[in-house]
Protein backbone atom coordinates (compact mmCIF):
# COMPACT_ATOMS: atom_id res chain seq x y z
CA UNK A 1 0.00 0.00 0.00
CA UNK A 2 1.08 3.47 -0.74
CA UNK A 3 2.08 5.89 2.38
CA UNK A 4 -0.31 8.39 1.18
CA UNK A 5 -3.02 5.67 1.46
CA UNK A 6 -1.83 4.23 4.38
CA UNK A 7 -2.15 7.64 6.06
CA UNK A 8 -5.49 7.83 5.13
CA UNK A 9 -6.75 4.90 6.59
CA UNK A 10 -5.55 5.42 9.55
CA UNK A 11 -6.91 8.66 10.24
CA UNK A 12 -10.22 6.97 9.41
CA UNK A 13 -9.99 3.53 11.17
CA UNK A 14 -12.26 3.29 13.61
CA UNK A 15 -14.72 6.46 12.68
CA UNK A 16 -17.91 6.90 11.20
CA UNK A 17 -16.57 8.34 8.25
CA UNK A 18 -18.26 10.77 6.11
CA UNK A 19 -17.51 11.77 2.30
CA UNK A 20 -18.34 14.92 1.75
CA UNK A 21 -18.47 17.55 -1.32
CA UNK A 22 -18.87 20.15 -2.45
CA UNK A 23 -22.76 21.96 -2.34
CA UNK A 24 -24.69 21.42 -5.54
CA UNK A 25 -22.35 18.38 -6.63
CA UNK A 26 -20.91 18.21 -10.70
CA UNK A 27 -20.01 15.18 -11.98
CA UNK A 28 -16.12 15.01 -11.04
CA UNK A 29 -17.15 15.76 -7.05
CA UNK A 30 -19.84 12.58 -7.03
CA UNK A 31 -17.57 10.17 -9.30
CA UNK A 32 -14.67 11.29 -6.82
CA UNK A 33 -16.86 10.55 -3.69
CA UNK A 34 -18.14 6.89 -5.71
CA UNK A 35 -13.93 6.33 -6.62
CA UNK A 36 -13.29 6.80 -2.95
CA UNK A 37 -16.08 5.20 -1.17
CA UNK A 38 -15.41 1.67 -3.05
CA UNK A 39 -11.55 2.24 -2.57
CA UNK A 40 -12.29 2.72 0.92
CA UNK A 41 -14.78 0.06 1.36
CA UNK A 42 -12.05 -2.41 0.01
CA UNK A 43 -10.07 -1.24 2.93
CA UNK A 44 -12.96 -1.93 5.48
CA UNK A 45 -14.01 1.66 5.86
CA UNK A 46 -17.65 1.96 5.34
CA UNK A 47 -18.63 5.56 4.45
CA UNK A 48 -21.36 7.57 3.94
CA UNK A 49 -21.30 9.97 0.95
CA UNK A 50 -22.81 13.47 1.88
CA UNK A 51 -23.69 16.76 0.13
CA UNK A 52 -25.53 19.90 0.46
CA UNK A 53 -27.98 21.15 -2.70
CA UNK A 54 -29.67 19.46 -4.97
CA UNK A 55 -27.88 17.20 -7.98
CA UNK A 56 -29.00 19.66 -10.60
CA UNK A 57 -27.70 18.17 -14.43
CA UNK A 58 -29.64 15.69 -16.13
CA UNK A 59 -26.17 13.95 -17.11
CA UNK A 60 -24.99 13.75 -13.56
CA UNK A 61 -28.51 12.46 -12.23
CA UNK A 62 -28.90 10.13 -15.22
CA UNK A 63 -24.81 9.33 -13.63
CA UNK A 64 -25.87 9.25 -10.02
CA UNK A 65 -28.85 6.71 -11.18
CA UNK A 66 -26.98 4.36 -13.54
CA UNK A 67 -24.55 3.45 -10.82
CA UNK A 68 -27.05 3.65 -7.82
CA UNK A 69 -24.39 5.84 -5.63
CA UNK A 70 -25.76 6.46 -2.59
CA UNK A 71 -25.85 10.53 -1.88
CA UNK A 72 -27.41 12.02 1.09
CA UNK A 73 -27.74 15.57 1.30
CA UNK A 74 -27.42 17.70 4.93
CA UNK A 75 -31.17 17.98 5.34
CA UNK A 76 -31.39 14.07 5.60
CA UNK A 77 -27.94 13.50 7.76
CA UNK A 78 -29.84 13.32 11.03
CA UNK A 79 -27.16 11.03 12.50
CA UNK A 80 -24.15 13.06 12.09
CA UNK A 81 -22.40 13.72 15.15
CA UNK A 82 -19.44 16.19 16.42
CA UNK A 83 -17.37 13.16 16.80
CA UNK A 84 -17.85 11.81 13.21
CA UNK A 85 -15.07 12.21 10.36
CA UNK A 86 -15.55 14.01 7.38
CA UNK A 87 -13.65 13.85 3.81
CA UNK A 88 -13.72 16.61 1.87
CA UNK A 89 -13.74 15.82 -1.73
CA UNK A 90 -13.14 18.28 -4.90
CA UNK A 91 -13.46 21.32 -2.37
CA UNK A 92 -11.89 22.58 1.07
CA UNK A 93 -12.78 23.56 3.94
CA UNK A 94 -13.57 26.97 4.00
CA UNK A 95 -14.83 27.50 0.63
CA UNK A 96 -17.81 29.62 -0.83
CA UNK A 97 -19.04 26.79 -2.08
CA UNK A 98 -19.34 24.12 0.95
CA UNK A 99 -21.36 23.80 3.48
CA UNK A 100 -19.64 23.14 7.03
CA UNK A 101 -21.01 20.43 8.44
CA UNK A 102 -21.04 19.21 12.37
CA UNK A 103 -18.79 15.96 11.82
CA UNK A 104 -14.84 16.93 12.10
CA UNK A 105 -13.24 17.60 8.58
CA UNK A 106 -10.34 15.63 8.89
CA UNK A 107 -9.39 14.66 5.61
CA UNK A 108 -9.23 16.56 1.82
CA UNK A 109 -9.08 15.35 -1.52
CA UNK A 110 -8.83 18.46 -4.22
CA UNK A 111 -7.52 20.07 -7.75
CA UNK A 112 -9.01 23.18 -6.41
CA UNK A 113 -5.94 25.87 -5.61
CA UNK A 114 -5.41 26.87 -1.89
CA UNK A 115 -6.05 30.57 -1.12
CA UNK A 116 -6.56 30.82 2.48
CA UNK A 117 -4.60 28.29 4.31
CA UNK A 118 -7.15 26.04 6.73
CA UNK A 119 -5.81 24.06 9.47
CA UNK A 120 -7.25 21.23 10.89
CA UNK A 121 -6.56 18.41 8.37
CA UNK A 122 -4.77 15.64 9.29
CA UNK A 123 -4.47 14.47 5.85
CA UNK A 124 -4.17 16.56 2.83
CA UNK A 125 -3.93 15.24 -0.89
CA UNK A 126 -4.21 18.36 -2.64
CA UNK A 127 -2.98 18.30 -6.49
CA UNK A 128 -3.26 20.55 -9.28
CA UNK A 129 -4.61 18.49 -11.91
CA UNK A 130 -7.08 18.28 -13.93
CA UNK A 131 -9.76 16.83 -12.32
CA UNK A 132 -10.28 15.22 -8.25
CA UNK A 133 -11.16 12.10 -10.21
CA UNK A 134 -7.97 11.95 -11.14
CA UNK A 135 -6.43 11.90 -7.74
CA UNK A 136 -9.29 8.88 -6.96
CA UNK A 137 -8.21 6.75 -9.80
CA UNK A 138 -4.00 7.41 -8.88
CA UNK A 139 -4.87 5.77 -5.55
CA UNK A 140 -6.83 2.70 -7.60
CA UNK A 141 -3.60 2.77 -10.02
CA UNK A 142 -0.96 2.71 -7.71
CA UNK A 143 -2.18 0.57 -4.77
CA UNK A 144 -3.70 -1.78 -7.48
CA UNK A 145 -6.87 -2.31 -6.38
CA UNK A 146 -9.52 -3.86 -9.11
CA UNK A 147 -10.98 -0.74 -10.94
CA UNK A 148 -14.70 -1.96 -11.64
CA UNK A 149 -16.58 -0.63 -14.87
CA UNK A 150 -18.62 1.73 -13.18
CA UNK A 151 -15.96 3.34 -11.05
CA UNK A 152 -14.05 3.53 -14.05
CA UNK A 153 -16.62 5.01 -16.01
CA UNK A 154 -17.89 7.63 -13.08
CA UNK A 155 -13.76 8.73 -12.47
CA UNK A 156 -13.13 9.18 -16.67
CA UNK A 157 -16.77 11.09 -17.02
CA UNK A 158 -15.54 13.43 -13.92
CA UNK A 159 -12.19 13.42 -15.60
CA UNK A 160 -13.71 14.41 -19.31
CA UNK A 161 -16.51 16.93 -17.42
CA UNK A 162 -13.73 18.98 -15.41
CA UNK A 163 -11.41 18.98 -18.35
CA UNK A 164 -13.51 19.93 -20.69
CA UNK A 165 -12.82 17.15 -22.97
CA UNK A 166 -8.70 17.30 -22.22
CA UNK A 167 -9.12 21.19 -23.53
CA UNK A 168 -8.21 22.69 -19.99
CA UNK A 169 -6.25 22.78 -17.01
CA UNK A 170 -4.66 19.10 -18.12
CA UNK A 171 -2.42 18.04 -16.66
CA UNK A 172 0.43 14.89 -17.85
CA UNK A 173 -1.01 12.82 -14.36
CA UNK A 174 -4.56 13.46 -16.25
CA UNK A 175 -3.45 11.61 -19.50
CA UNK A 176 -1.89 8.91 -17.70
CA UNK A 177 -5.13 8.23 -15.68
CA UNK A 178 -6.99 8.43 -19.01
CA UNK A 179 -5.04 5.91 -20.83
CA UNK A 180 -5.48 3.59 -17.52
CA UNK A 181 -9.30 4.37 -17.17
CA UNK A 182 -10.07 3.74 -20.96
CA UNK A 183 -9.94 -0.14 -21.24
CA UNK A 184 -11.98 -0.51 -18.09
CA UNK A 185 -14.41 2.31 -18.82
CA UNK A 186 -17.75 1.98 -20.59
CA UNK A 187 -18.07 4.94 -23.13
CA UNK A 188 -21.91 4.17 -24.70
CA UNK A 189 -22.44 5.24 -21.28
CA UNK A 190 -20.54 8.33 -21.12
CA UNK A 191 -21.48 9.06 -24.17
CA UNK A 192 -25.37 9.18 -22.95
CA UNK A 193 -24.49 11.37 -19.75
CA UNK A 194 -22.85 13.61 -22.07
CA UNK A 195 -25.75 14.41 -24.32
CA UNK A 196 -27.88 14.88 -21.24
CA UNK A 197 -26.50 18.74 -20.84
CA UNK A 198 -29.71 20.40 -20.30
CA UNK A 199 -33.59 19.37 -19.94
CA UNK A 200 -35.97 20.52 -22.82
CA UNK A 201 -37.92 22.77 -19.62
CA UNK A 202 -34.79 24.98 -19.71
CA UNK A 203 -34.81 25.35 -23.85
CA UNK A 204 -36.29 28.97 -23.29
CA UNK A 205 -34.58 29.70 -20.29
CA UNK A 206 -31.54 29.10 -22.49
CA UNK A 207 -32.81 31.23 -25.66
CA UNK A 208 -33.34 34.08 -23.32
CA UNK A 209 -29.73 33.41 -21.56
CA UNK A 210 -28.28 34.45 -24.90
CA UNK A 211 -30.38 36.88 -25.20
CA UNK A 212 -29.09 38.26 -22.24
CA UNK A 213 -25.19 38.08 -23.55
CA UNK A 214 -22.94 41.52 -23.73
CA UNK A 215 -19.39 41.37 -25.43
CA UNK A 216 -17.30 44.14 -24.67
CA UNK A 217 -13.18 43.79 -25.24
CA UNK A 218 -13.18 40.07 -25.75
CA UNK A 219 -15.29 39.51 -22.35
CA UNK A 220 -18.69 38.20 -22.72
CA UNK A 221 -21.50 39.33 -20.03
CA UNK A 222 -24.49 37.20 -19.19
CA UNK A 223 -26.71 38.58 -16.50
CA UNK A 224 -29.93 35.46 -16.25
CA UNK A 225 -32.16 37.73 -15.11
CA UNK A 226 -34.51 34.27 -13.62
CA UNK A 227 -33.86 31.81 -11.05
CA UNK A 228 -31.01 29.29 -12.55
CA UNK A 229 -29.98 26.29 -10.96
CA UNK A 230 -25.02 26.47 -10.52
CA UNK A 231 -25.25 23.93 -13.07
CA UNK A 232 -27.12 26.19 -15.53
CA UNK A 233 -24.85 28.97 -14.65
CA UNK A 234 -21.83 27.21 -15.44
CA UNK A 235 -23.05 25.76 -18.85
CA UNK A 236 -24.10 29.03 -20.23
CA UNK A 237 -20.15 30.38 -19.27
CA UNK A 238 -18.88 27.65 -20.77
CA UNK A 239 -20.86 27.96 -24.17
CA UNK A 240 -19.97 31.75 -24.28
CA UNK A 241 -16.25 30.69 -24.27
CA UNK A 242 -17.07 29.02 -28.25
CA UNK A 243 -17.62 32.37 -29.55
CA UNK A 244 -15.18 33.36 -31.16
CA UNK A 245 -14.72 37.23 -30.10
CA UNK A 246 -15.15 36.09 -26.35
CA UNK A 247 -11.87 34.87 -24.17
CA UNK A 248 -13.51 35.71 -21.28
CA UNK A 249 -16.50 34.87 -19.66
CA UNK A 250 -18.82 36.41 -16.46
CA UNK A 251 -22.32 34.91 -16.07
CA UNK A 252 -24.20 35.55 -13.17
CA UNK A 253 -27.85 34.77 -11.49
CA UNK A 254 -29.45 36.17 -8.33
CA UNK A 255 -28.96 33.81 -5.79
CA UNK A 256 -30.17 33.94 -1.48
CA UNK A 257 -29.80 37.68 -1.56
CA UNK A 258 -26.87 38.21 -3.79
CA UNK A 259 -25.16 36.69 -6.60
CA UNK A 260 -23.63 34.05 -7.99
CA UNK A 261 -21.15 33.54 -10.62
CA UNK A 262 -19.38 31.66 -13.37
CA UNK A 263 -16.57 32.51 -15.03
CA UNK A 264 -13.97 31.28 -17.50
CA UNK A 265 -10.75 32.33 -19.22
CA UNK A 266 -8.91 31.31 -22.34
CA UNK A 267 -5.64 32.24 -21.53
CA UNK A 268 -3.42 31.30 -18.34
CA UNK A 269 -2.32 34.77 -18.08
CA UNK A 270 -5.93 35.79 -17.11
CA UNK A 271 -6.08 33.42 -14.08
CA UNK A 272 -9.98 33.22 -13.83
CA UNK A 273 -9.71 32.06 -9.98
CA UNK A 274 -7.67 35.60 -9.24
CA UNK A 275 -9.63 37.80 -11.17
CA UNK A 276 -12.85 36.37 -9.79
CA UNK A 277 -10.93 36.76 -5.77
CA UNK A 278 -10.02 40.19 -6.90
CA UNK A 279 -13.14 41.77 -8.48
CA UNK A 280 -15.39 40.81 -5.66
CA UNK A 281 -13.31 41.69 -2.62
CA UNK A 282 -15.33 43.79 -0.28
CA UNK A 283 -18.74 42.66 -1.93
CA UNK A 284 -18.07 38.50 -1.52
CA UNK A 285 -15.50 35.80 -2.58
CA UNK A 286 -14.91 34.07 -5.47
CA UNK A 287 -11.81 31.45 -6.77
CA UNK A 288 -10.90 28.77 -8.20
CA UNK A 289 -8.44 27.51 -11.41
CA UNK A 290 -6.73 29.07 -14.15
CA UNK A 291 -9.57 28.78 -16.60
CA UNK A 292 -12.50 28.41 -14.70
CA UNK A 293 -13.78 29.57 -11.09
CA UNK A 294 -16.87 30.69 -9.12
CA UNK A 295 -18.12 33.37 -6.46
CA UNK A 296 -20.78 34.76 -4.69
CA UNK A 297 -21.35 38.52 -4.43
CA UNK A 298 -23.84 40.24 -1.41
CA UNK A 299 -26.66 42.47 -3.33
CA UNK A 300 -27.04 44.91 -0.06
CA UNK A 301 -22.81 44.96 -0.50
CA UNK A 302 -22.99 45.97 -4.45
CA UNK A 303 -26.03 48.07 -3.67
CA UNK A 304 -23.86 50.89 -2.47
CA UNK A 305 -21.85 50.68 -5.20
CA UNK A 306 -24.41 51.01 -7.96
CA UNK A 307 -28.15 50.04 -8.29
CA UNK A 308 -27.24 49.21 -11.85
CA UNK A 309 -26.12 45.70 -11.06
CA UNK A 310 -25.60 44.70 -14.54
CA UNK A 311 -23.26 47.68 -15.12
CA UNK A 312 -21.17 47.46 -11.84
CA UNK A 313 -20.71 44.10 -12.22
CA UNK A 314 -18.89 44.69 -15.70
CA UNK A 315 -17.19 47.40 -14.55
CA UNK A 316 -15.37 45.54 -11.40
CA UNK A 317 -14.48 42.76 -14.11
CA UNK A 318 -12.83 44.87 -16.68
CA UNK A 319 -10.71 47.13 -14.44
CA UNK A 320 -9.38 43.70 -12.78
CA UNK A 321 -8.86 41.98 -16.44
CA UNK A 322 -7.64 45.47 -18.16
CA UNK A 323 -4.97 45.84 -15.20
CA UNK A 324 -3.87 42.35 -16.20
CA UNK A 325 -3.61 42.87 -19.87
CA UNK A 326 -1.74 46.33 -18.82
CA UNK A 327 0.65 44.48 -16.59
CA UNK A 328 1.55 41.85 -19.59
MN1 LIG B 1 -13.53 19.15 -9.80
Redesign the pocket.
Known amino acids: MTQELQELISVLKGHRVYIQTHNFP ?1 P ?2 IA ?1 AYGLQVLLEHFGIITIICHHGIVERAATMNMVSEFKIDMTTDDDLIYMSENDYIVNV ?1 SQKGNANIRDLIGKEVAVID ?2 PVFTEIDGYLFKDIRMVG ?3 TIIADYFRKNEVEMSESVATALLY ?1 LKC ?1 THNFTRGVKNLDVEIFSYLFPYANHQLIRRFQSGEIFYKEVNALADSLKAVEIIDGVAFAFLDFPCPDAFIAMISDFLMQIEEVFFSVVFCHRDGGFKFSVRSEYDELDAGRIISDALVGIGSGGGHKSMAGGYASEEKLRRLSTDYGKIIQHLFLNIIHSKQNNK
Open positions: DDASDHHSCSGD
